[in-house]
């Protein structure tokens, strides 16, 4: 059993309590509407702007988990995406200090490990990992992100900073119930009517009052950091469906 465990990453779901100091669930803040509300109000507002509708189809957001612990030659980094998520984008006519993001990504179905992906990283995620592996972290990982219960992960800005082609996201970034302001550095660049930004997001779940993985007394565990990997086409959009 534990070797399977250490092979396949196939982990007991971690407790999952709020972090020190946090609000308890009642005193919780409100979960915050869903991308298109906000794409909606961002249209009420008006102002000289363009909305830009993120095309899922030309977009790719990878999630990246990395192996830790005494053990962790024995365990595997992992790289998930999600297939379904959604959202839209605010671009100022001049400047980008009022730039704005709404995207929420769906945490209950994410896709994980496909050998393409891992060859594509390199060596360090290059090793195979069965059918049976895959199956098994994924269910783990459903449950150590309680996507059951909260089953977004959401992204929320609406002030920028930088100069382009860099642009400094604010974000409020929602994971388990739990909003945490963390920044988002964004590389721009316009293709005709179209915008891309290619960024990277660092996350510490434990920030967010979920456990990292752990077997075996800590022998093989996850890093509590993980990178979401954005590379976004967004595209013109005149209202939010």
């Known amino acids: 059993a534990a070797a399977t465990a250490l092979a396949g990453c196939a982990l007991p779901a971690p407790r999952i309590s709020p972090p020190a100091g946090s609000a308890s669930p009642a005193e919780a803040a409100p979960p915050i509407p869903d991308a298109r509300a906000w794409c909606e ?6 102002g000289e702007g ?14 990246h988990a990395f192996r830790g612990g005494r053990a962790a030659a024995l365990g595997h980094n ?17 400047g ?17 490990d496909r050998p393409e992906w891992r060859a594509a990283l390199g060596p360090e ?10 199956a098994a972290t994924q269910a783990n990982l459903r449950r150590a992100l309680n996507a059951e219960r909260h089953p977004l992960l959401q992204l929320r800005a609406d002030a920028g900073a930088g100069a382009w082609p860099w642009l400094v996201l604010r974000l409020t970034v ?34 967010f009052g979920l456990q990292p993985f ?24 005149a209202d939010c469906r």
């Open 214 to 237: 752990s077997v075996l007394g800590g022998l093989l565990a996850v890093q509590d950091e993980v990178v979401v990997d954005l590379a976004v086409r967004a595209r013109p959009a």
């Open 41 to 46: 109000a961002r249209l009420a507002a008006g």
């Open 50 to 63: 363009r909305l830009l509708a993120l095309d899922a189809d030309g977009s790719t957001v990878r999630i």
């Open 96 to 112: 980008l200090a009022g730039a704005g993001l709404a995207l929420d990504l769906a945490l209950e179905d994410l896709a994980l």
């Open 174 to 207: 929602t994971l388990n119930g739990q909003p945490r302001p963390l920044d988002l550095v964004l590389r721009l660049q316009q293709d005709g009517e179209a915008l891309w930004a290619r960024g990277q997001l660092l996350l510490r779940p434990s920030d």
């Open 78 to 94: 992992h790289v998930l995406a999600p297939q379904r998520w959604r959202g839209w984008a605010y671009q100022p006519a001049s």
């Open 125 to 134: 995620f290059a090793s195979p990992l069965s059918p049976q592996a895959i």
